[in-house]
């Protein structure tokens, strides 16, 4: 079965660095669409980033633009998502997820998460 496995997560304190690992088995990442999610205590979940691996067009919540980059790596089957300038507010467990396509509705396969704590 298909599985997604994010590792990288952390303590760090502001400012920091992070990157988060995605690996996905099973599932060829390498025309499809993988994001990261993340959703913090008491608040909804929350689109991060997002790739379409065919053509590389990403796109970026507007909280994280310009601090947090989505990449892949086709040979690894992995998604990253490198997270700088880290604030408390970025605290939160972070999901990877996939779909076929970025234009279909729903994500049908997601990570476990990993916990992301910024101080």
């Known amino acids: 079965h298909v599985q997604l496995v994010e590792s990288g997560g952390g303590s760090v304190q502001a400012g920091g660095s992070l990157r988060l690992s995605c690996a996905a088995s099973r599932y060829p990442i390498s025309r499809t669409c993988m994001a990261w999610f993340r959703q913090a205590p008491g608040k909804e979940r929350e689109g991060v980033a997002r790739i379409a691996t065919g053509s590389g067009n990403t796109y970026y919540a507007d909280s994280v633009k310009g601090r947090f980059t989505i990449t892949q790596d086709n040979a690894k089957n992995t998604v990253y998502l490198q997270m700088n300038s880290l604030n408390p507010e970025d605290t939160a467990i972070y999901y990877c997820?996939?779909?076929?396509?970025?234009?279909?509705?729903?994500?049908?396969?997601w990570g476990q998460g990993t916990q992301v704590t910024v101080s």
């Open positions: 997820a996939a779909k076929v396509w970025c234009e279909a509705p729903h994500y049908i396969y």
